[in-house]
């Protein structure tokens, strides 16, 4: 018997101090479920200031660099002139990035069998025969109308959220969290441009807040150094500057500080109150309905964000007892730890799209 030849799978997205490390984070946990079915996972992306590419490489994976200061013209034939090089034309394509849209997708068509897209602002056409957009916003149905072709599938919402496998297995061993909370953990994301961990230190110190905190800085935080600082002088303060453990943190946390994005879904996931803070555009209608529809607490938008503000708002969550609890009973009911392995299924074609 013939041995099944393994699945080539590409995927396209960046990763900078400007666009932070969500998309090539989300799109690395794809390709380790997409490993272990068998597949061989590859990385185009920009050598950006901020960029993951030595990361990418740690994690197993084989990268193909383009320059930084190209345009999307540039970017489409580089990128093509890379997968033409290939023994084999990939199974699927996989793109994230929003300055990507129809135009680049349809000159990377004749050399690939299909294209997956993963977005999360549904602002532009796409040439695609799979889209993943993990949000939950209102209306969720119709975001893409007239955006996609007829043929496209399209997963919606954050059941298909792509979570590390460690979600799920911390998911199992949840348990009642303490009011008013006696453990936050504070993190945003891998570059934290805003500075909102020193904000929130300044926060927490103005709301009395005096009980266990756990801080994560985050790989390319700018801060790091003041922020590692800022907790050696505070008691029942524990600083990493990464971690690969954050299922773990969340678990034990009772409540979180943090941006929304990629990481709004692991903390429903484990059913983790947090006081979210938006950091970019795209974020706000997705926190303000996650908020309205008590799946979290939404504090604002960052740069409108002073120390002062975000102490009288956590002030008010401190004694909101009912939205706590909601929060910790519900969110989890939304995100159960699997859609990365149903997506995995997916594009293996082990599992139906519908």
Request: contains cysteine.
């Amino acid at each position: 018997m013939l041995k099944q030849q393994a699945q080539h799978v590409i995927f396209r997205c960046d990763a900078s101090n400007t666009i932070g490390t969500g998309h090539v984070m989300r799109c690395l946990t794809l390709a380790h479920a997409l490993h272990n079915k068998g597949a061989i996972c590859a990385f185009v992306c920009r050598k950006a200031q901020g960029n993951l590419l030595e990361y990418i490489e740690q994690q197993g994976f084989k990268t193909h660099v383009l320059p930084e200061s190209i345009n999307t013209n540039e970017d489409h034939t580089l990128t093509a002139a890379f997968v033409k090089t290939l023994k084999h034309p990939p199974e699927w394509l996989v793109v994230d990035h929003y300055f990507l849209d129809k135009t680049w997708e349809s000159h990377l068509r004749p050399h690939v069998h299909k294209i997956m897209v993963i977005d999360d602002l549904a602002n532009r056409p796409h040439d695609c025969d799979l889209l993943l957009d993990q949000n939950m916003v209102p209306d969720m149905a119709h975001r893409y109308v007239g955006r996609l072709p007829d043929r496209c599938t399209q997963l919606l919402g954050p059941k298909y959220a792509l979570l590390r496998p460690e979600f799920a297995e911390e998911r199992r061993h949840i348990m009642n969290r303490t009011f008013p909370p006696k453990h936050i953990l504070l993190n945003f994301g891998g570059g934290d441009k805003e500075g909102m961990i020193l904000k929130s230190l300044q926060a927490l110190y103005i709301a009395g807040y005096a009980d266990k905190l756990t801080v994560v800085a985050g790989s390319q935080n700018p801060d790091a150094q003041l922020i590692e600082a800022a907790c050696q002088k505070r008691p029942n303060t524990t600083y990493f500057a990464t971690t690969h453990d954050m299922a773990k943190l969340m678990r034990a946390a009772d409540l979180a500080i943090g941006a929304g994005g990629s990481t709004t879904w692991e903390r429903m996931c484990l059913g983790l109150p947090c006081v979210t803070v938006t950091i970019a555009d795209n974020q706000v209608e997705i926190a303000k309905f996650l908020s309205d529809n008590h799946y979290t607490f939404y504090a604002g938008f960052a740069a409108e964000l002073t120390p002062e503000k975000l102490a009288k708002y956590l002030e008010k969550v401190f004694q909101d007892k009912e939205k706590f609890r909601g929060i910790e009973q519900y969110a989890h009911n939304h995100v159960d730890g699997n859609g990365t392995d149903i997506i995995a299924d997916i594009l293996l074609s082990k599992k139906s799209a519908k």
